[in-house]
């Protein structure tokens, strides 16, 4: 019997400890897998999950309440960091309805082994759900598919190459970390996203012009989109785009094109100017103006192909301005943005704020 | 072995495998927890035989240059510490270790991927770098090897820019800085040339050829002279050339020769063409009066 007992023994000791060639050393979960675990097949299994997650942790992690299972999909762990012997950091990865996002975790070696003991508070936990809920990022026919999601990244973990500022009713995030709201912190945090990008380019020997992508729900006002590409021109962007879902609600995005002073003296030349009202949309270029009443999405779309064509034929532009309604919302402005796409045939679009 | 003793053995090994299928958190074991793994092999196994290591590295790497391996003389002076950072891209994992060396504590970086379902070394930092103390990893950024980073770049969209004019305050400091005034004698025209239309593309120009002087000569202004023929070939194509000057300045010459160039084209691109046209542009800058303080 004894020697039974000593067979078991040893296999017992080889299945948990795995693998090594010192049979006697017993492997402990690491952290890594305990946040993989957290967020993947424990996440929605409250026991399961809460034997991973410390006390205070079980009640701040409200993402897997607020989500439905088919609707969510465990990534990866993007990185986690070391802090001190007992503690490390870092991200982990998971889409929404196809669209990679990220919370920020810590853990904690505990007398139980590694145990989940933070994670992003709840606004930002709300805010991923409300970017793609009913009023979240708008939707837009003319939107070219994006690898990215809401963190900077693709669901491989690779950044992308814009870097994202979302905006909710609770927040700024720049490539999935909170920033205060202030003109000055959101500049310098997107100065950073785009630093890191070039020095990535750097590395990879790739061209880069710095880049930024803007995720607003529907709901933000009119000329927030504005506001904030301008802090992206002053944080070295060259590119923008606005973040939107495409029909079926994927990721997608909108480029839009950056309003960019002349030299004094230079001559302008023409650009349709685009200005968005209660009333419809008014476009002039010279003297030359089109009016376009409102439909029941706000624009009456069917009107604005033949109006752009006939100030096209008067003066070729070589782009549209657009002025939104500052009473107005983001969907309303995304609409537009996605009908002149459609109606002006590649022209680029630029936002200025009022 | 009597029958008794058999089935006993059976159900031992029955409860030890289900041991084995049901891992707790802190029991995860191969695949499923790589990480530890990676802990486990630099801990204990770096300094192993190559020969049976040889399934830790990706085919065509040779163990004994993985760089703990050559960084000390004995394993005694080699110790692991502890991992720094662990990342995954792209499938990949990418560890940066802390280890000591002698003492010293070095970070070696290296990357592991699946081959035939199991994790294995496939790339390295070729030098550890030195790091003071063992604490903290680097805050989180965006640093990847060259070989993850270029997929990053594929497929931007390009930057588009919509022209707008200047805002007031620009054009006023400009007007500080320009400090003379730019005039024409008169034009000369010569062949199918569009007289007013010309005259008045020109006149336009003023500022433009104003920050040009400003530009060549900063804050010292200098009055002059200079003479360009403005030539439109059959095709609509305009050539501005220099024909004399009394300001010796190839800034000037180059910054008004391109601001002609770029006033007539324009004015021949957004109406009819031009064409079998020449004329000549005399152009004077007088210094603006100081106002007295």
Redesign the interface.
């Known amino acids: ?1 004894a020697r ?1 007992s000593s067979i ?1 023994f040893a ?2 000791v080889g ?8 049979g006697a ?1 017993v ?8 946040a993989s ?1 957290a967020f993947g097949a424990a996440f929605f299994d409250a026991e399961a999950r809460s ?2 997650i410390t006390g205070r942790a079980r009640e701040a992690f409200r993402l897997p309440g607020l989500i439905e299972a088919d609707r969510y999909r465990f990534l ?10 007992t503690r490390c950091e ?2 982990v990865a998971f889409a929404i309805d196809g669209w990679p996002a990220q919370l920020s975790v810590e853990l904690t070696r505990t007398a ?3 145990r989940l003991s933070k994670v992003d508070d709840a606004a930002t936990q709300q805010a991923l759900v409300d970017v793609l809920g009913a009023r979240g990022l708008p939707r837009a026919r003319t939107a ?1 598919p994006w ?1 990215g999601g809401l963190a900077g990244r693709d669901a ?7 870097a994202l500022v979302m905006v909710t009713a609770a927040g700024f995030w720049v490539d999935g ?1 909170r920033v205060p709201d202030e003109p000055g912190a959101i500049r310098a945090a997107i100065a950073d ?1 785009l630093s ?2 070039q ?3 750097w ?7 710095p ?1 930024v992508a803007i995720a607003l729900t529907a709901d933000a006002p009119a000329t927030r989109h504005a506001e904030i590409a301008a802090l992206a021109v002053e944080a070295g962007a ?2 923008l ?1 606005l973040v939107v879902r495409d029909p079926q609600g994927g990721p997608a ?1 909108l ?1 839009l ?15 349709i100017d685009v200005q968005q009202t209660a009333a419809g949309v008014r476009l002039a270029v010279g003297e030359a103006v089109a009016e376009v009443p409102p439909g029941d999405d706000g624009l009456r779309i069917e009107s604005l192909r033949p109006a752009v064509a006939s100030l096209q034929s008067a ?1 070729p532009a ?4 657009l002025h939104p309604d500052p009473a107005g919302n983001h969907a309303r402005v995304v609409a537009l943005l996605d009908a002149l796409r459609s109606a002006g045939a590649g022209l ?3 936002a ?1 704020v009022p | 072995m009597n029958r008794r003793v058999a089935s006993g053995f059976v159900l031992l090994g029955a409860l030890a495998l289900a041991a084995c299928k049901a891992p707790g958190p802190e029991a995860a074991s191969g695949p499923a927890d790589p990480v530890a793994d990676v802990q486990l092999w630099l801990a204990e196994q770096v300094f192993a035989d190559p020969a049976d290591m040889i399934m830790r590295f990706a085919p065509g790497l040779d163990p004994r240059e993985f760089p703990p391996r050559l960084m000390v003389d004995a394993p005694e002076q080699y110790r692991f510490v502890d991992l720094w950072r662990v990342r995954m891209v792209d499938g990949r994992l990418l560890v940066d270790a802390l280890m000591t060396f002698s003492g010293q504590p070095h970070v070696v970086s290296f990357h592991l991927e699946q081959v035939d379902e199991a994790w294995r070394v496939a790339s390295w930092s070729p030098a550890p770098v030195a790091v003071e103390g063992q604490g903290r990893a680097p805050p989180a950024g965006l640093d990847l090897p060259a070989t993850l980073a270029a997929a990053t770049f594929r497929g931007a969209p390009p930057a588009r820019v919509v022209p707008i004019a200047p805002s007031s305050e620009a054009a006023e400091e400009e007007d500080r800085r320009v400090a003379v005034r730019v005039g024409f004698q008169a034009f000369t025209f010569e062949g199918e040339c569009p007289q007013a239309r010309l005259t008045a593309a020109l006149r336009r120009a003023t500022r433009r050829l104003g920050s040009c002087h400003a530009d060549a000569f900063g804050s010292t202004p200098r009055a002059g002279r200079l003479t360009f023929a403005l030539e439109f070939d059959a095709s609509g194509n305009a050539l501005a050339v220099l024909r004399e000057t009394t300001l010796l300045a190839g800034a000037l010459t180059d910054c008004v020769g391109e601001a002609l160039h770029a006033v007539v084209t324009d004015s021949g691109r957004r109406r009819s063409p031009i064409s079998h046209c020449t004329v000549s542009v005399p152009i004077t800058f007088s210094p603006r009066k100081q106002a007295s303080p």
């Open positions: 019997m039974i078991l296999f017992l299945c948990q400890g795995g693998g090594g060639t010192d050393s492997r402990p979960a690491s952290a890594f897998a305990v675990q034997a991973l990866q762990v993007a990185e986690l960091r070391r802090l001190d012997d870092g991200e139980d082994g590694w070219e690898p491989n973990g690779r950044p992308t190459s814009a970390r996203a890191a990008r020095q990535l380019a590395v990879a020997h790739a061209t880069y012009k880049h060259e590119a785009m995005f480029p094109a950056h309003a960019e002073p002349l030299p004094v003296g230079e001559r302008l030349p023409p650009v003066e070589v782009g549209f301005l680029p679009v630029a200025v």
